[in-house]
């Protein structure tokens, strides 16, 4: 179950982002973190790593490995999130959306970006921990999981 | 049953466990290169999509009478320099030309300022697929190239589509045209075929880049106004 939650949060995350990747790419932007240009490449290459790994984690492939990429992202967009609420920006995480900054009137709501992410985490962690489960590619290939 | 068939069938089920445990050792090492693999593919896609669409800003068609390294329109010729980011899909951009539009005019005609119109997109997603917002602005480049900017960004403000709509078609903004005078063909081609839209994302990766992340964004002789109103402009303008 944790892993076709996380799976799905992957691909629903990626698919949103990957039909506009100039938006995306602006999205990145917001966070002010790193130059325009490498924002670009980062904004660009994201979507297809959230929807690659989502579908890794859905047929259930080396789940330890992807369980652990996935809680490095969220550790790395987190942190994202966090430096820019400490620096005052009023942006939309762009976790689920194209992003960017927020309208005058519109108020940023990380606390709430945060416990999100924090949820996803804890799947992300409860794979790490007991990476096998029913149904998935690792079980086929290894045999009848113990 | 002996000892020795007893020792036989221990041993057997450690070689046996020890197959098992090979086995799956190879499992994880190779299930780990798929996964490192696919990951690599999937980012080598993203970033060829991305330099393909680099590409096509790199070759977009600049409008005549564009300023600011063809990124922009301007109006007037006053010392002090306004740089205006709008889209045309964003409601707030329309406040900002309801509340400030006829201060900006009377500071054109003063001669006390160039405005310069930034029309970018960033606001696509709001058009049920229709990419409204680069539509508008490319548009409102076709209007630029014939010298009617200020009077089609106008109307294109005053007949801004709610966010979540298609957006006008391009029909509706090549009428918005006639009704300013853009009444040649001309027009109404560069409309129908998407002339500038490579124009507008172009001069929306140029905004970005010069740390434009939202609109309206106001600039006045380069510093941003953080709440842009006729009364912050004039004090800005001095």
Known sequence: ?146 | MSKGTKERAAARRIVEQQRAAEKRRAVTVWTSIAVVAVLLIAGVVGYGLYSSQKDDTASAATPPGAVDDGTAFASGDGPVTIDIYEDFMCPVCHEFETSSGATLKQLVTDKKVTVRYHPIAILDRYSNGTKYSTRAAAAAAAAGAAGKFAEYHQVLFDNQPEENSNGLDDAKLIDLGKSVGLTDAAFGDAVNSGKYESWATKVTETASAKGVTGTPTVLVNGRQLQNPTPAELEKAVG
């Open chain 1, 1 to 146: 179950m944790a892993r076709l939650g996380l799976a799905a949060v992957w691909i629903v995350a990626g698919g949103l982002k990957v039909t506009d990747l100039a938006a995306s790419g602006r999205a990145v932007n917001a966070y002010q973190l790193m130059p325009y240009s490498a924002a670009q490449v980062v904004g660009a290459i994201q979507p297809f790593l959230e929807v690659a790994l989502g579908l890794l984690l859905l047929v259930g492939l080396a789940v330890r490995l992807s369980a652990g990429i996935s809680a490095v992202l969220l550790v790395i967009f987190m942190a994202g999130i966090v430096s820019a609420w400490a620096r005052g920006l009023a942006i939309d995480c762009g976790c689920f959306s194209k992003g960017g900054a927020l309208g005058a009137g519109q108020t940023p709501e990380y606390a709430w970006e945060l416990a999100r992410d924090t949820g996803f985490l804890v799947l992300a962690g409860i794979l790490l921990w007991r990476p096998r489960t029913r149904v998935s590619m690792d079980g086929l290939l290894m045999g009848v999981a113990r």
